[in-house]
C-alpha cells in the first residue's frame, strides 16, 4: 500500500513537499516513482528514483524545480516541489515499480491514492 500526503493550495512561485509512505512491500527492492493527472489531460510522468536512491530522473518540465528523494529506513519517498507553476495544478500519484521498469504508468505495479496540488496565479 502507498499512502500519498503533502499536497495542498499554494501560491505560484511557492514550494510543497510531497510524501508517499509505503507498506506491506520490501520497499527497497522497488523503483519509485511520481506521475501527475491534471483535469482532461493522461496521467503524465513527473520524477522516479531507483531503488537505492542513487539515481533520479525528472520530466524536462519539472526538471531543476523538482527534487525527489527517498529513505528506504522509513519506508518513505519525498517529492520535493519548489517555483510550482499554476500548469503544475494536478492530482500526484506515487507508484512502485520493478528496478529499470521505465517511465510509463502501465510498467508500474503499486499506486498511492494520490494527493491534489493546486498552484493559483
Known amino acids: 500500500q502507498l499512502q500519498a500526503s503533502g499536497g495542498g493550495l499554494v501560491q505560484a512561485g511557492g514550494s510543497l513537499r510531497l510524501s508517499c509512505a509505503a507498506s506491506?512491500?520490501?520497499?527497497?527492492?522497488?523503483?519509485m516513482g511520481w506521475f501527475r493527472q491534471a483535469p482532461g489531460k493522461e496521467r503524465e510522468f513527473v520524477a522516479a528514483?531507483?531503488?537505492?536512491?542513487?539515481?533520479?530522473h525528472y520530466a524536462d518540465s519539472v526538471k531543476g524545480r523538482f527534487t525527489f528523494s527517498r529513505n528506504n529506513a522509513k519506508n518513505t519517498v519525498y517529492l520535493q516541489m519548489n517555483s510550482l507553476k499554476p500548469e503544475d495544478t494536478a492530482v500526484y500519484y506515487c507508484?512502485?515499480?520493478?528496478?529499470?521498469?521505465?517511465?510509463?504508468?502501465?510498467?508500474?505495479?503499486?499506486w498511492g491514492q494520490g494527493t491534489q496540488v493546486t498552484v493559483s496565479s
Open positions: 528514483v531507483s531503488w537505492s536512491g542513487d539515481n533520479t
Open positions: 506491506g512491500l520490501t520497499f527497497d527492492n522497488y523503483d
Open positions: 507508484a512502485a515499480a520493478l528496478p529499470g521498469s521505465g517511465w510509463a504508468p502501465d510498467e508500474y505495479d503499486y
